[in-house]
């Protein structure tokens, strides 16, 4: 069973789950998911403000389960998610604790719109221990914008939009932000030592 078929069975609660499961596990790709909802919005299956709601909020739901899971079992579990050794985890984690007190919360926002970079934010908001309500409104916000834009794509192209082509841009879009991230990183680490 495919995408296709799992969504237009079982619609509005499909779309939910995936998204549940995307938001903790970040499998499967939103942005497959959206394009192809996009895709039935524009078939008239599906409804545009619907599926964005419960897209969002499942995204949302399963973002605050993932952040709330590594704001109680911390370095531990965002360790073995990571997957990092732990003299690295350590400063990354100090840095990163750094940027959000300095440069504020707008990071968690701007990263949740990052393609590559969005699945790690509830893991970098719950190690830097930022407020729920306030981490919880940002991936409602963030997730709301990011479910309009690519199911917009998806609705607008319909079955012509290349998937391969719009993961590539997704891709080159999140380098880069990682580049940028990494090299701000680099530096408060150089200046700690």
């Avoid at 964005?52 to 965002?78: D, E, R």
């Amino acid at each position: 069973m495919d995408f296709h078929t799992l969504i237009a069975s079982g619609t509005y609660m499909a779309i939910f789950l995936f998204m549940i499961a995307n938001g903790i596990i970040n499998f499967p790709s939103s942005q497959v998911l959206y394009l192809i909802v996009g895709y039935f919005v524009s078939a008239e299956k599906l409804h545009f403000i619907p599926a964005i709601a419960v897209g969002a909020l499942g995204n949302t739901l399963g973002n605050i389960i993932a952040f709330l899971l590594i704001k109680k079992y911390g370095h531990t579990l965002a360790h073995k998610i990571l997957i990092m050794q732990e003299s690295v985890f350590k400063k990354v984690h100090a840095a990163l604790y750094e940027t959000f007190s300095k440069r504020g919360l707008w990071w968690l926002f701007v990263g949740k719109l990052t393609p590559s970079v969005k699945a790690f934010i509830p893991v970098v908001a719950g190690l830097a221990d930022t407020p729920t309500l306030l981490t919880s409104f940002l991936f409602l916000l963030a997730s709301i914008v990011w479910a309009v834009a690519i199911t917009y794509i998806g609705y607008t192209f319909g079955e012509h939009v290349s998937i391969s082509s719009f993961l590539a841009v997704s891709f080159i879009i999140g380098a880069s932000f990682i580049f940028v991230l990494y090299r701000n990183i680099s530096k408060k680490l150089s200046e700690a030592q």
